[in-house]
């Protein structure tokens, strides 16, 4: 017979960003293995955790420092929460005191999901409507562009090396600007 897995889970959305604190925590809960990632959880594809999914079996228990290391839409949590209970995987959640095998902690992750996900919207629609704010003001979003219309001498100097065979790449380091702002007036 099989045994039982306890398997943890670490995630931080950049690549500057430390795993030691959510990896420490997993191994004092005693996981037997550990899969941990730098990725942020908008992206689909979060090879770590997919591999975990596919290693979950019938009585293993899945941990995770904070149940937002595992996912941020609500959407995507529920989808992993119905993978775990059709699986018969306990999943608990160190931070956030949620262990599926207690009485009352699936109503309180639902609750803290939604709340979770609540939150995110608002978050959202504040940015929006910042934006919209910035942009009625006349603010001008974005990067700006390579080089101002005014200063043609620059726009000159960049059709001449391109005349001379020069590649976008050597005319963007002698004037200064990425490659695409080169393309873009090469293409002109």
């Known amino acids: 017979m ?3 897995m306890k398997y943890g889970y670490a995630r931080v959305s950049l690549p500057s960003q430390c795993l030691d604190l959510q990896i ?3 191994e004092k809960e005693g996981c037997d293995a550990i ?3 730098k990725i942020s959880s908008r992206k689909k ?3 770590e ?3 975990l999914l596919v290693k979950l079996n019938e009585g293993d228990t899945l941990v995770c420092y904070k149940l937002d290391r595992l996912g941020r839409s609500l959407r995507e949590l529920l989808n992993l929460m119905t993978t775990f209970e059709e699986k018969k995987v306990r999943f608990i959640s160190l931070s956030d005191g949620i262990d599926t095998a207690k009485s009352g902690s699936k109503l309180l992750l639902n609750i803290m999901m939604c709340i979770a996900d609540f939150e995110r919207e608002l978050i959202r629609e504040r940015t929006i409507a910042g934006l919209n704010a910035a942009k009625n003001r006349g603010v001008k979003l974005g990067r700006p562009i390579g080089v101002l219309p005014e200063n043609k001498s620059k726009i000159q100097r960049i059709k001449q090396l391109a005349k001379t065979g020069a590649t976008p790449t050597q005319i963007a380091k002698q004037v200064s600007l990425s490659r695409p702002t080169i393309y873009k007036y090469m293409q002109r």
């Open 45 to 47: 594809d979060r090879p």
């Open 2 to 4: 099989n045994k039982n």
């Open 49 to 51: 955790l997919k591999s």
């Open 35 to 37: 899969f941990s990632e």
């Open 24 to 26: 420490d925590r997993l």
